[in-house]
C-alpha cells in the first residue's frame, strides 16, 4: 500500500480492505498472504473476515489526484514534480509531460471477492468517481463476479452522471494457465470497459489464443479474442519456492500480440532465468532454466525489454461536487434512490 511502487506496470497500490481465499493456481504461493499474516493482521480463506483500511488511508487517493504528475519522455521515468520544465532527475535537460497515476487495485485483495460487504465495493467505486486523475487498475481472479458486483455497486451508488464503464477504471483478469484462459477471457470480454487486460503472472504454461474466438455466439465475425483485449502483462515467479516461466512459453505470448498489435509488457523472469541468455554459466547443457534469483534474472527477453502500454482512452468524467466526494453513497439529486440501476451489457 504505497505512494510509489516497485511494480513494473503501475505507480502507486491502493488496498480497500485487506485478506482473500486462494482460488487459483496462482495462489499457491501468495505474497499478500505472507505480507499479511506476517503482521497478524488479516487471517486468510473462507470464512474469514475482511479488514477495511482507514478512513486516513483512504483519502490517499484523493491526495494523489490533486497532485501534478509526470512523465520523462526520454527515460521513462514518472512522478511528481513542480512543472514540466523540472528536471526527473536522471536526465540532463527538462523533458517531463503530463501523465496519468495508474492504480493497482488491490494487491492484498480481490475487488470481487464475494465474501465483501457490497457497500465497502460501492465505497470503492465512489472513491474511483471522485479521483478522475487516477487510472484504476481492477486486477481480479475472479472475472465471473465483475460484471454483478459492479452492477450492485453502481446501483448503490445513484450519484448523477455516474455511469459504467467509468472511463478511468481498467479491468483485468489474472489467468496463468491454458485451462484459466480458456475460462476467464470470454468473461472478461463480456464486461464493458475503458481498457481490457490480461496479466499472465506467474505464467505456468503455454497460452495459445488460437481459436479463441472474441464473441462466441457470433463466430461468422472471425475475430480473435487476443484482438479484444488492450493489453497483456506476463512474468515469471518470484519468491522461496518459485516455478520456471519456460522461455518459449514467454516468447510465443509476445509473439501473438505483436502479430496482432496488442501491447505487451514483460514485467520479469523470475527467480528462474532462460539458460541463454547465461553466457555459458550453466554446468547443464540440457537445461532450458536455472534458478539464479529474481535480481540476477532481471526481465529482458531475447535481449529487449518489453514495456509497453496501451492508448489513454478518453478520460472525460463530470466533476463531483465537495459534498459529493465527503459523502459516499450519494442518492439522486431528489435524494431517492433512481428507479434505473445501472446495467452492465454483456456481448449478445
Given at each position: 500500500m504505497a505512494d510509489v511502487t516497485s511494480i513494473e506496470w503501475c505507480d502507486s497500490t491502493f488496498n480497500p480492505w485487506m485478506g482473500c481465499t486462494r482460488i487459483s493456481p496462482a495462489c499457491d504461493h501468495c505474497y499478500a498472504e505472507q505480507?499479511?499474516?506476517?503482521?497478524?493482521?488479516?487471517k486468510w480463506g473462507v470464512?474469514?473476515?475482511?479488514?477495511r483500511t482507514s478512513p486516513t488511508y483512504w483519502r490517499k487517493p484523493l491526495q494523489w489526484n490533486a497532485q501534478p504528475f509526470y512523465s520523462c519522455a526520454r527515460c521513462g521515468w514518472r512522478g511528481i514534480a513542480s512543472g514540466p520544465q523540472a528536471a526527473c532527475g536522471q536526465c540532463p535537460e527538462p523533458c517531463l509531460r503530463p501523465a496519468r497515476r495508474r492504480v493497482f487495485c488491490a494487491s492484498l485483495a480481490d475487488v470481487f471477492d464475494g465474501e465483501v460487504d457490497p457497500q465497502w465495493r460501492a465505497d470503492l467505486f465512489h472513491l474511483i468517481r471522485s479521483?478522475?486523475?487516477?487510472?484504476?487498475l481492477l486486477l481480479t481472479k475472479r472475472i465471473g463476479n465483475a460484471a454483478d458486483m459492479i452492477q450492485e455497486a453502481m446501483s448503490r451508488l445513484q450519484e448523477p452522471g455516474c455511469m459504467w464503464p467509468m472511463p478511468n477504471v481498467w479491468l483485468g483478469a489474472t489467468v496463468v494457465t491454458q485451462a484459466e484462459a480458456d475460462r476467464d477471457?470470454?468473461?472478461l470480454l463480456a464486461v464493458p470497459a475503458a481498457v481490457r487486460f490480461l496479466s499472465i503472472e506467474p505464467m505456468l504454461g503455454p497460452i495459445s489464443f488460437e481459436g479463441m474466438f472474441a464473441n462466441p455466439v457470433r463466430l461468422n465475425d472471425g475475430s480473435n479474442a487476443l484482438e479484444a483485449l488492450d493489453w497483456v502483462i506476463c512474468g515469471g515467479e518470484s519468491g522461496k519456492h518459485a516455478r520456471p516461466t519456460h522461455r518459449d512459453w514467454v516468447?510465443?505470448?509476445?509473439?501473438?500480440c505483436k502479430q496482432v498489435g496488442v501491447p505487451f509488457l514483460f514485467k520479469q523472469w523470475g527467480e528462474w532465468a532462460p539458460t541463454d541468455m547465461l553466457e555459458g554459466d550453466c554446468n547443464d547443457p540440457n537445461a532450458v532454466m536455472k534458478h539464479i534469483g529474481k535480481k540476477a534474472a532481471g526481465r529482458l527477453l531475447d535481449g529487449r525489454m518489453h514495456h509497453q502500454f496501451p492508448d489513454p482512452p478518453d478520460h472525460h468524467i463530470p466533476a463531483l461536487t465537495s459534498a459529493q466526494i465527503a459523502k459516499p453513497g450519494a442518492c439522486g439529486q431528489d435524494g431517492r434512490p433512481s428507479a434505473h440501476p445501472h446495467q452492465i451489457r454483456t456481448n449478445p
Open positions: 505480507t499479511t499474516s506476517r503482521f497478524g493482521v488479516v470464512g474469514q473476515p475482511r479488514v479521483t478522475p486523475n487516477l487510472d484504476w477471457i470470454p468473461k516468447r510465443s505470448l509476445r509473439d501473438q
